[in-house]
């Protein structure tokens, strides 16, 4: 049996030039999957690596397309570290993207980008919103209807 998965040998996140068989890969349903790409925490993000980050209301932190920062605890400072910390990752994602589906790069649309500093393998959940199910971009409860919707820095 042909694998559903695309082990991509990057570490980087730009310069990933893409290749059509990924393409093709991708638009058929297989997952590409890169093992040795990393998001690297500075020093003083290794803070934001614990659970009460989040606001304990919240099922996750997010940024929004306009920068808006929602369901994080800590005062204003931390806050404004933690938006900072996320906006990168949605810099890296993008520059990825831009890399590997240069031709798909129009067709974005932004939309927010989100944190779970917390385990969510034990974490009772609806089906419409469980995180522990593999989801590339929609959950039942926010479907994109076949749209793309990667992370979009503001």
Known sequence: ?????????????????????WTAGLEAGKVLFFPRLRFEFLPEEKAFLRPDIRDPKSRNISL????ALKGAAGDAATQAALARMIGRFRE??????????????????????????????TRSQSWRADDRRL????????????????AKSP
Not at 138 to 146: A, L, T, V
């Open 64 to 67: 929004n397309v306009d920068g």
């Open 1 to 21: 049996m042909e694998s559903q998965i695309i082990e991509i040998d990057a570490d980087q996140w730009q310069g990933v030039a893409g290749r059509p068989e």
């Open 135 to 150: 989801h590339v971009d929609s959950f039942p409860s926010r479907p994109n209807y076949g749209g793309m919707r990667p």
């Open 92 to 121: 890296q994602a993008n520059a990825l993207i831009a890399g590997l589906l240069p031709h798909y790069v129009p067709a974005l649309r932004p939309a927010p980008t989100s944190y779970r500093p917390s385990q969510v393998e």
